[in-house]
């Protein structure tokens, strides 16, 4: 969900909506009402965040990996 912001306030308080929004928040920058830009996480940031999501499931799978469970039965039973 993105928040209307007007861009005087978004100037002075742009170290904090910049954490926000490194934290996934979404802004929209309004000038007497009306949007003119919009201020969200950037892509590049998003890829890195699945990245090491899958390097840490990684991680865990092979520290502590599942056992005495057959995945082909569970997608089959997934399908039936």
Excluded: C, H, W
């Excluded at 990684?58 to 057959?70: I, L, Q, S, Y």
């Amino acid at each position: 969900m993105k928040i209307e912001i007007g861009s005087y306030e978004a100037k002075t308080k742009l170290p904090e909506l910049l954490r926000q929004v490194k934290n996934g928040r979404s802004f929209t920058i309004t000038n007497r009402g009306e949007a003119i830009a919009d201020l969200v996480p950037s892509s590049g940031s998003r890829s890195k965040d699945k990245n090491a999501a899958a390097e840490k499931l990684k991680t865990f799978m092979g520290a502590d990996p599942v056992r005495g469970v057959d995945i082909k039965a569970l997608i089959a039973e997934g399908r039936a």
